[in-house]
């Protein structure tokens, strides 16, 4: 099967999750590649902005070819930069025609605006295509407002979802979530994203006699993140005389900011230690006996897949979707009840929780193989259903 991704972000934007999921095509045989124009801003990155090449190129990232391009943004005209940005991506797909011949299937990576590209594509050549999804309505209000919304982007954005052959949301709540915006009148099916579980493997952890419980959470320092019910919460511990250590990491948990709001609790034993690599991630899951995630809005916050993949435990709020709530492994809280969480992390620290039993469940739901098999099937049925018609 030949496969041509498009995703609507890309590094130095995020969008690694188009990088691990051609990966899981590719490990299974498939044709794959990823076809990608970056928009780079002025405001968000003035660096990359004026250092990055202009022009298009081939870079081969963990193994995958990516066609690649970036376009300088303009600042102030939304519409004239998407309009630029879809003409850019067809453009590039005729090129790519031209050298590796025409896909199988489009799978695009957001509706905004890689799924609208790969419908104008799909129109142009008759060729299939997928979207999956990863926006939550938290982000989509941000950009269109609050729903009902009049935003310009919004009948196009339906359009790709109804015309799609299929449209594969990271958690069935998705669905709904969105439904406000893009409706329900569309083809869809759940495929969880994929984690690397070889690299985030199970390991026994060190023996909890005579050290502290290490409490750990991955997250970048901001409200919805639930920073301050999970502090209100340790510092409840502490007053209980609860033996603990918080360890936290994410952009911003090393300012000033984060800094004051611990002192103001008056809280201790909590180590910060601000954006990290993904190497750092492991160490600190393996350093760590439960990870705590108290936010209050989620798509599907990887990083809990990504803990239970090392087997430790993981404690979150009902804001995640259900796929995520592994019985034995992931305990859930209400949104902002700092007291309900405390209670719950001091259960947590009591239990015996089958770590390597825990990581396999993770490895059977969520590894490249197992998702890789997932997409597989739906871009098979899809073919199938599409010569049939013919």
Not at 63 to 75: D, E, K, N
Not at 109 to 129: D, F, L, N
Not at 180 to 200: A, E, M
Not at 328 to 338: D, F, H, K, L
Request: glycine share 8%; with cysteine.
């Amino acid at each position: 099967m030949h496969i041509l991704e498009i995703p609507s972000f890309f590094p130095p934007y995020g969008g690694m999750f188009c990088l691990d999921q051609a990966r899981a095509m590719h490990d299974l045989g498939h044709e794959v590649r990823i076809l990608s124009n970056v928009q780079l801003g002025l405001s968000i990155g003035f660096t990359d902005y004026i250092t990055l090449p202009y022009g298009r190129h081939e870079k081969v990232m963990e193994g995958i070819t990516v066609c690649q391009s970036y376009q300088r943004g303009l600042p102030k005209t939304i519409r004239r930069n998407v309009n630029r940005w879809l003409s850019i991506v067809q453009s590039m797909y005729g090129d790519y025609v031209k050298r590796y011949g025409r896909p199988d299937i489009l799978h695009a990576h957001c509706a905004k605006w890689a799924g609208y590209a790969a419908m104008q594509i799909s129109k142009a050549h008759v060729i299939p295509y997928v979207i999956t999804e990863h926006l939550s309505q938290k982000l989509l209000e941000q950009e269109f407002g609050k729903s009902p919304s009049s935003a310009w982007q919004i009948p196009l954005l339906r359009q790709a979802y109804e015309n799609a052959d299929m449209v594969i949301t990271v958690s069935e709540e998705l669905v709904g979530d969105t439904a406000c915006y893009y409706g329900s009148d569309y083809r869809w099916q759940y495929v969880t994203n994929t984690i690397d579980t070889k690299f985030f493997s199970y390991m026994p952890r060190e023996a909890r006699e005579g050290r502290p419980f290490r409490f750990c959470c991955l997250a970048d320092y901001s409200f919805l993140k639930g920073y301050d019910v999970l502090f209100d919460a340790y510092k409840i511990l502490q007053q209980q005389g609860v033996k603990t250590e918080l360890h936290i990491a994410g952009t911003n948990t090393d300012g000033s900011s984060c800094r004051k709001e611990i002192q103001r609790r008056g809280i201790n034993g909590v180590e910060a230690y601000g954006r990290i690599d993904r190497q750092h991630v492991r160490d600190l899951l393996y350093h760590s006996d439960a990870l705590v995630l108290a936010s209050r809005s989620e798509v599907q916050p990887l990083v809990l897949l990504e803990a239970m993949s090392t087997g430790i435990p993981v404690i979150s709020t009902e804001c995640i979707p259900r796929c995520l709530r592994i019985e034995g492994g992931c305990t859930i809280v209400p949104v902002g009840n700092a007291a309900e969480l405390a209670t719950v992390m001091n259960k947590v620290m009591a239990a015996d929780v089958n770590g390597s039993m825990l990581s396999q469940q993770i490895v059977e739901m969520a590894s490249p193989q197992a998702v890789g098999r997932k997409l597989e099937q739906i871009f098979s049925e899809i073919l199938n259903r599409n010569n049939n018609i013919r």
